[in-house]
Every structure is written in structure tokens, then in C-alpha cells.
T-cell receptor, first 114, second 115 residues
Framework: GESVGLHLPTLSVQEGDNSIINCAYSNSASDYFIWYKQESGKGPQFIIDIRSNMDKRQGQRVTVLLNKTVKHLSLQIAATQPGDSAVYFCAENAGGTSYGKLTFGQGTILTVHP | GAVVSQHPSRVICKSGTSVKIECRSLDFQATTMFWYRQFPKQSLMLMATSNEGSKATYEQGVEKDKFLINHASLTLSTLTVTSAHPEDSSFYIC???????????FGPGTRLTVL
């Protein structure tokens, strides 16, 4: 659903710790999911994606987990660094592609303390 | 590769004036471009989908006569905020998808402030 007038959840971690950011999606027909990182005053930056026929996908220092049963998505960041501080959004697409319409989640502010 | 630019990055205008924001795909052709609006500490909300050579498709609640979108070429889409009011102040972000590619690339955003 849409995020209207809500304050973003926050997550504070120490440098070197692992971070887990969660996202609940609403459309059971969504079959493609993406995580984006947005730094202050900038556009979203692609991190990692996953299709609904998978439940886990790994990238460099990041892992995305998908639980379709409970419509839950998570992003794990290993050895979090100060440069990872940003707002993280999940996005879903019911058309199976990222060049179709994306619905963005609420977002989570990640702060990494040195 | 796959760079999307927006111009201007920041704009301040008086209430009642119109403002045009450009979105360009610099190194690829984009058959589809999307326009989003983001209020402070909120998520991105899709305003409209723009296909080259055809009329834009607006999301529910977005006034097409107020937010004019033109996608005249495969590398350029423009958003014109007409008769801007202070409540239109927001961060406007575009994205573009290359042909036959499975990814959407985002521009750096345009901060609009209406006084």
C-alpha cells in the first residue's frame, strides 16, 4: 500500500555488524522484488533483486530473502560500513519485470556508527 | 552505462508559475520512463508512466492537467508542473528502462520548492 504521512523506521548499527532490513509487501500477485538504497538528496540506487521462484539471492555483501507465505522480504548487509548509511526501500512488481510499474515500500533509515 | 540525468537538480519558483523538469537517458534508449514524487521522509509514489510517442498513463489521484508529461523521444521525457502551489513542493524523480532490458534506472531527482 501507499506510505502516507508515516515516519520511516530506523535501524542503528555499529560498523562491522550485520544489518537486517525488513519489508512487508501487500500484493500476493507480485513476482519480482528489488531493494534500493537512497542517499540524501539523490535518486534510488539498485542493490539486488529477486524473483518469486527463488527464496534467497546473494550479492556482494548483501543477501535478499523472500518469504512468499507471509509476504515478507528482507535485506541482509554483511559487515556494515558507514557508507551503507542511507534509506533502504523495497519495491515490488506484479508484472515480473522491473521495467514495469514498481510499488515502493515504506523505507528504513539505516545509520551506521563508526 | 545506463545513466539517467535530470535537469534542473533544484528549482525555486513562485506560486502560480509553471516549471519544467527534464529526464534524459544519456547512454541508452528508453521506451518507458516513470515519474515519481517523494515528500520528505516518505517513500516514492508513482505519478505516471510515460511511453515514447504516446500519452502518459497517470496513477489514480494524479491530475494529468496539472502534471503534463511529454515523452517525445527515446531519450527525453519532460514533466511540467503547471500553476504550481506550495503543496507541489517535493522531490521529483524519474526512471527509465532500456529496450528489452530487465531494469529500471533512476535519475538523481529534482527538488522543487514553490514559494
Amino acid at each position: 500500500g501507499e506510505s502516507v504521512g508515516l515516519h520511516l523506521p530506523t535501524l542503528s548499527v555499529q560498523e562491522g555488524d550485520n544489518s537486517i532490513i525488513n519489508c512487508a509487501y501487500s500484493n500476493s500477485a507480485s513476482d519480482y522484488f528489488i531493494w534500493y538504497k537512497q542517499e540524501s538528496g539523490k535518486g534510488p540506487q539498485f542493490i539486488i533483486d529477486i524473483r518469486s521462484n527463488m527464496d534467497k539471492r546473494q550479492g556482494q555483501r548483501v543477501t535478499v530473502l523472500l518469504n512468499k507465505t507471509v509476504k515478507h522480504l528482507s535485506l541482509q548487509i554483511a559487515a556494515t560500513q558507514p557508507g551503507d548509511s542511507a534509506v533502504y526501500f523495497c519495491a515490488e512488481n506484479a508484472g515480473g519485470t522491473s521495467y514495469g510499474k514498481l510499488t515502493f515500500g515504506q523505507g528504513t533509515i539505516l545509520t551506521v556508527h563508526p | 552505462g545506463a545513466v539517467v540525468s535530470q535537469h534542473p537538480s533544484r528549482v525555486i519558483c513562485k506560486s502560480g508559475t509553471s516549471v519544467k523538469i527534464e529526464c534524459r537517458s544519456l547512454d541508452f534508449q528508453a521506451t518507458t520512463m516513470f515519474w515519481y514524487r517523494q515528500f520528505p521522509k516518505q517513500s516514492l509514489m508513482l505519478m505516471a508512466t510515460s511511453n515514447e510517442g504516446s500519452k502518459a498513463t497517470y496513477e489514480q489521484g494524479v491530475e494529468k492537467d496539472k502534471f503534463l508529461i511529454n515523452h517525445a523521444s527515446l531519450t527525453l521525457s519532460t514533466l511540467t508542473v503547471t500553476s504550481a502551489h506550495p503543496e507541489d513542493s517535493s522531490f521529483y524523480i524519474c526512471s527509465a528502462s532500456p529496450r528489452a532490458a530487465n531494469e529500471q534506472f533512476f535519475g538523481p531527482g529534482t527538488r522543487l520548492t514553490v514559494l
